[in-house]
């Protein structure tokens, strides 16, 4: 807990504990393809994605990231490289994380050679009952997915194909009853490569000849996802652009395209690929209000390191909210660090909610106060509580769960303690949050939680 415990944050944390929960983001693929790839050495499967950065930016090399990462490598061989490293990074809120799926999910207390080899026998036996388990345990009732684009292994190929939507298309990607997938935007606007025209055409069954012919080929695509399950767009260009998206006109953007069809040699590359780029991005908006589809834009930190959070901040997208004013946007992340940006938006834009996946774990205090203006200044009805926003490791998505629920109960205590809250109010409060909101935002179904 991130304040001095109190009657009142014992209270709300108890019954926060026990809401059911929309974890409103995450890459996880479902068990039968996690299970194939996800590690079974200690060190990487608790140190996955988020807690190698804070490794990383405490100063290793390279080389003892790789090592850290290695599917070869023994634990004995990494724990040398391992402990120095986390030493100094232990206290983060990635840390966190990984010290919260020990305690919780591993039943180890502490962090020690010794201990490491009974999460690797829990790790070596898991199956797909253990996997969906801790999705159950932990009382999430329906997951939000982006899964259809190929997972960081796979990076090198995103430009030229996507083999998990194929097999989407094809019905040959199982998911659980409460997974609910979204449709992966960005590759199909960053269009680099005659390669990649020509794989959404065979996609589609067109031969795409034209830009009028790639976009109907890709609306023909999007209605497909959606009747088979697809609830959302998901667009994460943060990474590798500003978000400022600018109204090209439709011949600019065609004769950027037209290089690729004339030439399959020819490349595109950034900038000079913007035109087409923001052009195409604004269709998938128009696509985005005739099918009725939400869509969920990355704002703010960026996993990994070094990138450039400026080009991220939402406030840039203050053109795309205003001209798509009727099609529903979900800003992650709470924006980090740009609090107030993303205050303004959720407060001044009917078609903006702000949802807060993943940054209890970058910025627990952040988040937190995040929480607390929110309720002063956006309506509640506006805020989605969670989401673990992981591949592959349900356990560290559920571990997310326990520092999010932490951080929302401080919150809503500190409200109530100061007047602005009712106790009962904060409990309804964080039961929207959780649940209600998305639930509602994402046409999910599922009976409303009352309190």
Request: aromatic content about 12%; glycine content about 4%.
């Amino acid at each position: 807990m991130l304040r001095k415990p109190s009657s009142v944050s014992k209270r709300l944390l108890d019954r926060i504990i026990h809401m059911p929960v929309v974890d409103c983001h995450e890459h996880l693929r479902g068990p039968d393809r996690d299970l194939e790839v996800s590690p079974t050495e200690p060190i990487s499967a608790l140190t996955l994605l988020y807690t190698i950065s804070d490794l990383w930016a405490s100063g290793a090399s390279e080389q003892e990231i790789s090592l850290l990462q290695s599917a070869e490598a023994s634990t004995d061989e990494k724990w040398p490289v391992f402990n120095r490293l986390w030493a100094g990074a232990e206290h983060t809120a990635y840390a966190r994380v990984t010290k919260l799926a020990l305690k919780e999910v591993f039943g180890v207390d502490k962090l020690t050679r010794e201990s490491l080899n009974r999460v690797a026998e829990q790790l070596a036996t898991r199956d797909r009952s253990n996997y969906l388990s801790v999705i159950q345990d932990a009382g999430i009732k329906a997951v939000v997915a982006d899964m259809l684009f190929p997972p960081p292994w796979e990076r090198s190929i995103r430009y030229y194909a996507s083999p998990a939507l194929k097999e989407f298309l094809e019905g040959e990607f199982p998911l659980p009853d409460i997974w609910h997938p979204v449709f992966n935007l960005p590759y199909y606007h960053e269009i680099r490569t005659r390669e990649f025209i020509d794989f959404v055409g065979a996609l589609a069954g067109l031969n795409i000849t034209s830009m009028e012919g790639y976009e109907e080929a890709m609306f023909e695509l999007v209605q497909r996802s959606k009747n088979l399950g697809v609830i959302a767009f998901k667009d994460q260009s943060a990474y590798r652009r500003v978000i400022a998206y600018d109204l090209p006109t439709r011949s600019e953007a065609e004769a950027i395209f037209n290089r690729l069809l004339i030439d399959p040699r020819n490349q595109l590359a950034w900038p000079d690929a913007k035109p087409l780029d923001d052009y195409l991005f604004h269709q998938f908006m128009r696509f985005a209000r005739e099918l009725r589809l939400p869509v969920q834009l990355h704002t703010g930190h960026m996993a990994l390191i070094r990138n450039r959070v400026d080009k991220s901040n939402a406030v840039h997208l203050a053109t795309v909210l205003e001209l798509h004013s009727e099609v529903q946007f979900d800003l992650f992340h709470g924006n980090w660090p740009y609090m107030g940006d993303i205050l303004f938006l959720g407060k001044n834009y009917p078609n903006v909610y702000l949802d807060l996946c993943w940054v209890y774990m970058i910025d627990p205090l952040y988040a937190q106060e995040l929480l607390k203006r929110a309720v002063m200044t956006v309506p509640h009805a506006k805020i989605f509580g969670f989401g673990g926003d992981y591949w592959i490791a349900p356990e560290l998505s559920a571990a997310h769960l326990i520092l999010a629920r932490e951080v929302i109960a401080g919150a809503l205590a500190d409200l109530v303690e100061s007047g602005w809250l009712q106790e009962e109010e904060a409990v309804r409060i964080a039961a929207d949050w959780l649940f209600n909101n998305p639930n509602r935002f994402y046409n999910l179904g599922l009976p409303p939680y009352e309190v």
